[in-house]
């Protein structure tokens, strides 16, 4: 198999993530970091304007700041998008979206699968403000279709999802959302816009984790949602008071990891496709979930709506939780750590991890089963990487 191209792509990318904030950032060739919680006007009338205008961002930092702004317009120009706002976390961005969106009596729709997070919010949160919520097998376009009714206002969607790597069908459910005037809101955190970019696909909103790929630096927590004006100011003005604010401090690092996200995509997607293929010949492992596999189930719609295929995977040994924590511990290189997109490889029993949120029951609906075990390939070499594992399984 070969990739597919994305060589343009991934110019045009790699250019915007240095250049799209060359007009907001004026003359400094690094952006300054505007360390302010507040600006001072010159006239009552200038105070009047900073402060009704929308998303002015020499105001009050809450409501906006020269610094996020330029990793906005950075956001922006790499999803397609006519605007981005940033927040404090990635459940920052997913909570005050969806909150922004959905009304008592609404209806919304997710997916079985999400980040722990997104789950809680959709399963535990959303009824105990009235809102109807029905969580379907994104795999399946008629799963979704079933689960349309009269008052669907919002689908909630991750893909490639957390931890399994199942995809959905992004154009499709763009589509429904359409025909039935519901809006769609996507997870994009394990793609990155160099990956895919859902926009382009048809649907309205992207959210991200940008603690994780984004930042990729493994030393912030940021989030984005990005989208439409109209829409991601409706957001904007909700997070005045939900008030989940990036600091400009973590909104420079941010901006400084954006720099090289291109570049850095390209070299997870090339390892981690390296390391899927090792894994999966190897006698020990039972099963890779990667997108890039031919035996992925969802090979030919990753190849439809994706430009590569992350740095994610997860995969089962033979045997369960004690032969995958056994050989989680033979590891030199990967730290066992949650989280994942940075430059150094991690890796986690999500099981372990998500024993908090999702009971063992739900487990087995979803298909987690307790030994499956998620890496987050990061940029070190790839022979080291895989002569480490090779050393683990032996
Ligand atoms: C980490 C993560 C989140 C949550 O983001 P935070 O920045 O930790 O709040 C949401 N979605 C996905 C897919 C994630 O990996």
């Known amino acids: 198999m070969t990739l597919p ?135 399946d376009i008629s799963s979704f279709e079933r689960a349309i009714k009269k008052s669907t206002r919002l689908i909630v969607l991750e893909s490639p999802s957390n931890p399994l790597l199942r995809l959905t069908d992004l154009r499709a459910v763009g589509q429904l959302a359409r ?85 850095r995509v390209e070299r997870h997607n090339q390892t981690a496709l390296a390391i899927a293929r090792f894994l999966e010949a190897h006698p020990r492992v039972r099963v890779v979930n990667y997108p890039g596999l031919e035996s992925h189930p969802q090979h030919d719609l990753a190849r439809e709506q994706m430009t590569g295929f992350t740095g994610m995977l997860s995969f089962e040994l033979d045997g369960g939780a004690k032969e995958a924590d056994q050989f989680i511990g033979k590891l030199k290189l990967p730290s066992h750590a949650a989280s994942l997109g940075g430059v150094e490889s991690l890796i986690v029993r999500p099981a372990a991890m998500l024993a908090q949120q999702i009971s063992e029951a739900e487990f087995q609906t979803i298909g987690i089963t307790p030994g499956l075990i998620r890496l987050s390939v990061g940029l070190e070499n790839e022979r080291d990487l895989i002569s480490d594992l090779e050393q683990a399984l032996a």
């Not at 792509?9 to 400094?28: F, P, Y």
């Not at 769609?184 to 793609?191: E, H, K, R, V, W």
């Open 179 to 263: 025909e039935n005037n519901a809006l769609t809101l996507i997870d994009n955190t394990f793609a990155t816009p160099c990956n895919q970019r859902p926009i382009e696909l048809g649907i309205d909103l992207v959210a991200h984790s940008a603690t994780k790929y984004m930042g990729g630096h493994s030393d912030i927590i940021a989030g984005v949602v990005a989208g439409p004006t109209k829409l991601v100011e409706k957001i904007w003005k909700a997070s005045l008071i939900f008030g989940a604010v990036l600091s400009p401090f973590d909104s420079w690092l941010l901006l400084r990891g954006l720099r090289t996200l291109p570049i």
């Open 5 to 139: 191209n994305t060589d343009d792509l991934n110019e045009d990318l790699s250019t915007q993530a240095i250049h799209a904030d060359k007009d907001v950032r004026g003359n400094a060739v690094a952006p300054p970091i505007y360390a302010t919680a507040n600006f001072a006007a010159t006239s009552e009338e200038e105070f009047g304007e900073m402060a009704t205008q929308p998303r002015h961002e020499r105001f009050y930092t809450r409501y906006g700041n020269p610094t996020n702004r330029q990793t906005e317009v950075t956001i922006a120009a790499l999803e397609g998008a006519e605007s981005a706002l940033v927040t404090g976390s990635g459940m920052g961005a997913i909570s005050t979206a969806v909150l922004t969106l959905v009304s008592q009596g609404d209806h919304v729709i997710g997916q079985q699968h999400h980040y722990g997070g997104t789950t809680s919010l959709l399963r535990d949160v959303l009824p105990r403000f009235g809102v109807d919520v029905t969580l379907v097998d994104q795999t």
